[in-house]
């Protein structure tokens, strides 16, 4: 393929944008990030795209926040776009890369290029419902969170991955998220953090150490989910290859897997 021209969006015009919005169309579990970055993200994002003769062949999506920095890499030229993100994100915080058509090595010689010496990897699998597919588990009563039940999201969570509150007001403000309460405490939590006509993206799924194997998880994946399905759009989440529970789990409740990936995961030093 000849190469091509590299252009970030703000410098894109109307028929670049358009390449955009087919591709999201053409593929939108592919694309679902690309898509509500650029609408509800933008003062967060970057995108990077490789362009020739106005269609988009590749692109570079970084997203940052609350220290950390979240980066897909999309088509056959991505890789080669990665140096340039790196350079350009914010100063230290965790970078988790997540490759779509993009093969493992040459996201390994992209990271060389950047001159990244050490770094982790992992496999994650996507898995997907629909309406017709869903088998809701709902043993138990699990009740929408809001910015009233900010304490008890970061108290429930900061075991697993400690958010500062004003990142928890956010999240319960404009994503909806389902918990279970027992013994006068949240114990369950799960959410979406993107949501399209198309698709919505659900994760975040914890259950407290000591509540966990009476299906907790389930109840809460479960509410979110019906919330995703009956609104005519897919489920996706991702799962990494090794949590063999948490992917019986979901199969569960009807979600299959469709793809796989690995994920490349930068400290805090880039």
Known sequence: MAPVETIWLREAGWRVLHSLIDLYLDDPLTHCYLLYDILYEHDSTRLLLGVEEGRVECYALSWSGDGVVGIILWGCCGASL????????PAGGR??????????????????AAGVGVWDEAVYVDMVVDEDGFTPRMRYGAVRLGPGQVDDYVSLVSGWNRVPRSWAEKLLSRHRFYGV???GRLVAVAGEYLRLPEVW?????YVHPAYRGRG??????SAVTRDAVSSGATAL??????????????????YREVSSTTWFRLGGGG
């Open 82 to 89: 990665l140096p340039h993100v790196l350079r350009a994100r």
């Open 95 to 112: 970078v988790t890369i997540q490759p779509r058509m993009v093969g493992e090595e040459a996201v390994r010689r992209a990271l060389r």
């Open 181 to 183: 309460y027992m013994d």
């Open 201 to 205: 993206v659900v994760g975040s799924v």
């Open 216 to 221: 907790l998880g389930s109840a809460v994946a």
């Open 237 to 254: 989440l991702h799962v990494e290859e090794a949590n063999t529970p948490a992917r019986r789990m979901y199969r569960g409740l009807g």
